[in-house]
């Protein structure tokens, strides 16, 4: 069935520090991509997403590329600040399924001043 | 705020026992979705309802079971309830019932003791 893997954390920052975190799906015909936010004590925030390969999904600084020969959409910012400190989801649609979301299962950011 | 509501924010209670947890989706969105996330299984996909008809369902147990309503409301109804369940519980919504956009509640923590 269909999968994400994406990689474990916690990843531990300073400011301004380069951030990826790696996401590999495995999906059959061609799933959307998500990156889902959630931030302590709260519900989960879509960040970005790509539908078709080479899309290319930005917001607030974080891009990720939907590459259909590598099966990735990794998450990169250039300059992470203190309050990008949450748990990250790479996340793509289940078409067995219906629109449902199979998530990876989520990478701590942890950013320090 | 996602416009995603859910109903009660905490709840306790005790083994054997049944519990209900309400979702209210966003104004014009069809369709919900329930998540259940929990340490061990991460975010998993439970159940979809569009437009008040079962649309898709994922690892839901046969304990579990959820409807929507006419005004697009739907219930999660936990029964015979296990130390297991114990998880934060999710709903969703979106639009329509394919590719689109999903929209997340803060969740309802379910402690079983």
């Known amino acids: 069935g269909d999968s994400v893997t994406q990689m474990e954390g916690p990843v531990t920052l300073s400011e301004e520090a380069f951030l990826t975190i790696n996401c590999t799906y495995t999906?059959?015909?061609?799933?959307?991509l998500f990156w889902y936010v959630q931030y302590p004590g709260e519900g989960l925030q879509l960040l970005l997403k790509?539908?078709?390969?080479?899309d290319k999904g930005s917001n607030k600084g974080f891009e990720a590329t939907y590459r259909k020969e590598t099966t990735s959409f990794h998450l990169e910012k250039g300059s992470v600040q203190v309050s990008d400190s949450a748990v990250y989801f790479c996340?793509?649609?289940?078409?067995?399924?219906?629109?449902?979301?199979?998530f990876g299962k989520g990478t701590t950011l942890s950013v320090s001043s | 705020d996602s416009g995603v509501t859910q109903t009660p924010k905490h709840l306790i209670t005790a083994t054997g026992q049944r519990v209900t947890l309400r979702c209210s989706p966003r104004?014009?969105?069809?369709?919900v979705y329930w998540y259940q996330q929990s340490l061990d299984q991460g975010l998993q996909f439970l159940i979809q309802?569009?437009?008040?008809?079962?649309?898709a369902k994922g690892n839901i147990l046969e304990r579990f079971s959820a409807q929507q309503f006419p005004d697009l409301h739907s219930e999660l109804n936990l029964s015979s309830l296990e130390l297991g369940d114990s998880a934060l519980y999710f709903c969703?919504?979106?639009?329509?019932?394919?590719?689109?956009?999903?929209?997340f509640g803060p969740g309802t923590r379910l402690t079983v003791l």
């Open positions: 969703a919504s979106s639009v329509g019932d394919r590719y689109n956009e999903q929209f």
């Open positions: 999906a059959t015909g061609y799933p959307s």
């Open positions: 790509a539908t078709k390969a080479d």
């Open positions: 996340a793509i649609t289940a078409n067995q399924a219906g629109t449902a979301l199979i």
């Open positions: 104004s014009g969105d069809l369709s």
């Open positions: 309802y569009y437009n008040g008809e079962e649309r």
